[in-house]
């Protein structure tokens, strides 16, 4: 996955094939390893994750960067506050 040219990417999970739980699980122990302002890019197919992961940010405090969708791919960009 490539980040947009003024987003340096620091952690990467890919989360395609896997459907909910999985992805909102997978991404709750990447954060969880990440320091405060890292950068985080998301790949997933699940179509729940367009509802999951925005209310996971914002359950949580972290910042929705981007959200994008690709063919039959869902990216996110999400940093760490």
């Known amino acids: ?11 990467q999970l890919d989360a395609r094939g896997l459907y909910c739980p999985e992805p909102v699980m997978l991404l709750h122990k990447a954060v969880r390893e990440m320091q405060s302002g890292e ?26 960067v981007e959200e994008r969708e690709e ?5 996110y960009l999400i940093r760490k506050q």
Do not use: N, W, Y
């Open 39 to 64: 950068l985080l890019a998301v790949r997933a197919t699940d179509p729940s994750t367009q509802r999951d992961i925005p209310r996971f940010c914002a359950f949580l405090g972290h910042e929705l």
């Open 71 to 75: 063919g039959d791919e869902f990216h």
């Open 1 to 11: 996955m490539s980040a947009p040219a003024d987003h340096k990417v620091d952690h």
